[in-house]
Structure formats: C-alpha cells, structure tokens
T-cell receptor, first 115, second 113 residues
Framework: NAGVTQTPKFQVLKTGQSMTLQCAQDMNHEYMSWYRQDPGMGLRLIHY???????DQGEVPNGYNVSRSTTEDFPLRLLSAAPSQTSVYFC??????????????FGNGTRLTVT | GDSVTQMEGPVTLSEEAFLTINCTYTATGYPSLFWYVQYPGEGLQLLLKATKADDKGSNKGFEATYRKETTSFHLEKGSVQVSDSAVYFC????????????FGTGTKLQVIP
C-alpha cells in the first residue's frame, strides 16, 4: 500500500516552461487536493477534487490547471512557470471530501525551482 | 474566514523536557481540529485530532484538548525525544461543501540530546 505518490521529487524550470506534477493514490479516496508550502505561510490550497470529473479552485489557483479523469490520479499542470511558483508542492487525499473529520494523507512533496 | 495561529518557532528543548506548542483558531460553527507533523524531507502526517469540544486527541505521547471556550488546541508532550524533532502544524477542518482545511504556519521543534 503506497499511499499518496508524487513525482518528481525535485524539478528546476526556466521561466515560461510548462510541466506536470504527478500525484497518484491507491486508497480509493474520493477527495484529492494540491497545496503549496512556502516559508512563513503554512500550506495554501491550489485546487481540489471531490471525485473523478469534478475539480474546483482553492485559495491560490492562478497559473495552475488540474484534471481528474480517474479516482487514482490528480495531476497539477503549470502552464507557464514563473519565479513566484518556486515552492514545495504537496498532494493530499482523504476518504470523503464531504466529511470534515477525515484526515488528509500527504505525499512526500515536489520541490520546484523556477529560474 | 477561518484562521489558525501558532506560536512562532523554532522551539529548542533538551531531551526529556516538557513541550507545549500553542494553537488558537477562529472559525464559524464547529470545526474539527488536527495536529500534523512533518519530518525532514517528508510530507505531513496526522499526529492527532479532535472533532468536538472537550475531546482530547492523543498519539505517541502527544496530546491536545479541544477548548471551545478559549478557541485553543495546544499540543503537549511530557518528555520529548530527539526523534520528535520536526515541524508541527495545527489545522482546522470546517464544513462548507468540501473538506476546507486551514493550516497554521507551522512550529519547528528541535530537541537536543
């Protein structure tokens, strides 16, 4: 049981490049989400999904796209990377997005640097 | 909107010392409260949770009590170990059609032998 798997672990991009951060979970969780972690700011929600085919914006969605074609996968796309997107990105899932008692399960993160 | 305030770190303690990390929150309704821990190079993992007022969450010697009257959820441990060195995040989850989780900024704990 792998839990939440994120790839890659590290990535360096040049300004304007695009890339996709991958996230997969094998726990049959309905809810999946992407956060970014920046020093002194905690974690901020980028996008989330409450099931296959359903996505919505979080607190800081600009510059990012998501899709959810299967229950297992929730990729995050950077359309045109900017230095302000330098951050550590975490994918998280939980059993039921409508139950606020369900804890989040996190991947190990992707450290992205945009130069 | 909802918010979580944690004491700023870093916190440095000697092994076997008593730990308190303060956490207060602002939220409407009746949120659930969580403590997550992040070890170096890893993602966050759930440490403990409490879902209603006066509940006490506990795990691995850590505990926190949901105090609605003071809107607090302070994390405590009676005797810390070097292996407890990590960043600790207080968080709340509120109703709103989806799992809306608000995190504090994190408190780094360093335990020295």
């Amino acid at each position: 049981n792998a839990g939440v798997t994120q790839t890659p672990k590290f990535q360096v991009l040049k300004t304007g490049q695009s890339m996709t951060l991958q996230c997969a979970q094998d726990m049959n969780h309905e809810y999946m989400s992407w956060y970014r972690q920046d020093p002194g700011m905690g974690l901020r929600l980028i996008h989330y999904s409450v099931g296959a085919g359903i996505t919505d914006q979080g607190e800081v969605p600009n510059g990012y796209n998501v899709s959810r074609s299967t229950t297992e996968d929730f990729p995050l796309r950077l359309l045109s990377a900017a230095p302000s997107q330098t951050s550590v990105y975490f994918c998280a899932s939980s059993y039921n997005g409508n139950s606020y008692n369900s804890p989040l399960h996190f991947g190990n993160g992707t450290r992205l640097t945009v130069t | 909107g909802d918010s979580v305030t944690q004491m700023e770190g870093p916190v440095t303690l000697s092994e076997e010392a008593f730990l308190t990390i303060n956490c207060t929150y602002t939220a409407t309704g009746y949120p659930s409260l969580f403590w997550y821990v992040q070890y170096p190079g890893e993602g966050l993992q759930l440490l403990l949770k409490a879902t209603k007022a006066d509940d006490k969450g506990s795990n691995k010697g850590f505990e926190a009590t949901y105090r609605k009257e003071t809107t607090s959820f302070h994390l405590e441990k009676g005797s810390v170990q070097v292996s407890d060195s990590a960043v600790y995040f207080c968080a709340l989850s509120n109703s709103g059609g989806y799992q809306k989780v608000t995190f504090g900024t994190g408190t780094k704990l360093q335990v020295i032998p």
